[in-house]
């Protein structure tokens, strides 16, 4: 694993769900946000499935906000929503145009996403059908948005994506967030709603030190974030 270069300025995170950030990637964030860089949120829908007993009406607007004060947590203040249904988002030319929109509007440096592997590791459970067609989707956007004939009613292109981040059991890079993980599981905590509806006790603290632990054990460092580069150039 090497450090994952910081030598860029604007980013844009995209996830299916309020509080996929949040589960590891919001403590690098926080370091990019102290350093000055810009970081938007970019979210594929409201995740309003995703709390048993409680109706997506209810839901909707209750993780809204609780992503919006996330993202505040780590320095984040531009969240945007594509209002996609939670759990049903389509990976296809509908979702890549409105990504590439987004790309070409915010006209990011680097582009961050989760992974979109079938499974969480060889053994782990299946990754949810959203994460696959969200990380997926933002791959080929970032390439669409940089061609002037895909998707000309989308913008003017932008070609200044260098390269892609996809949170990864399996990374490339690593940012160290030592100094930021404290920040980080702040962030996760302000899922509230989200974390009481799981129904069974979550450390956010232990889940996420254990974690950033781990990665930091390959990266030489007490707590880090892995990375997996997908170079665009
Ligand atoms: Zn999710």
């Known amino acids: ?69 996330s993202a505040a947590v780590v320095g984040v203040r531009d969240v945007e929503f594509l209002d996609r249904p939670d759990g049903l988002v389509e990976y296809g030319i509908a979702l890549r145009r409105d990504l590439a929109a987004a790309f070409r509007r915010l006209n990011p440096d680097v582009v961050i996403t989760m992974s979109f592997d079938l499974t969480w590791g060889e053994d782990g459970p299946v990754n949810h059908s959203d994460h696959r067609a969200v990380g997926l989707a933002v791959l080929d956007a970032c390439r669409d948005a940089a061609n002037e004939w895909v998707f000309p009613e989308a913008g003017p292109p932008c070609a200044g ?28 905590r302000e899922h509230r709603a989200y974390l009481a509806g799981l129904g069974h006790d979550f450390d956010p603290d232990e889940f996420l030190r254990n974690m950033a632990g781990y990665t930091g054990l390959g990266a030489g460092c007490d707590y880090a974030v892995g990375f997996r580069r997908y170079p665009m150039g």
Do not use: N
Not at 164 to 177: E, I, K, L, R
């Open 161 to 188: 994506i260098r390269d892609a981040y996809v949170a990864s059991g399996d990374p490339t890079h690593f940012v160290d967030v030592t100094a930021t993980i404290d920040a980080g599981i702040a962030s996760l």
């Open 1 to 69: 694993m090497q450090p994952m270069p910081e030598d860029w300025e604007r980013a844009v995170a995209v996830v299916a769900h309020p509080d996929d950030l949040e589960y590891g990637v919001a403590s690098a964030v926080a370091r990019w946000t102290g350093q000055g860089k810009q970081v938007t949120y970019l979210l594929a829908t409201r995740g309003e499935a995703g709390i048993a007993g409680l109706p997506p009406e209810k839901t909707a607007p209750l993780r809204t906000e609780e992503e919006r004060r």
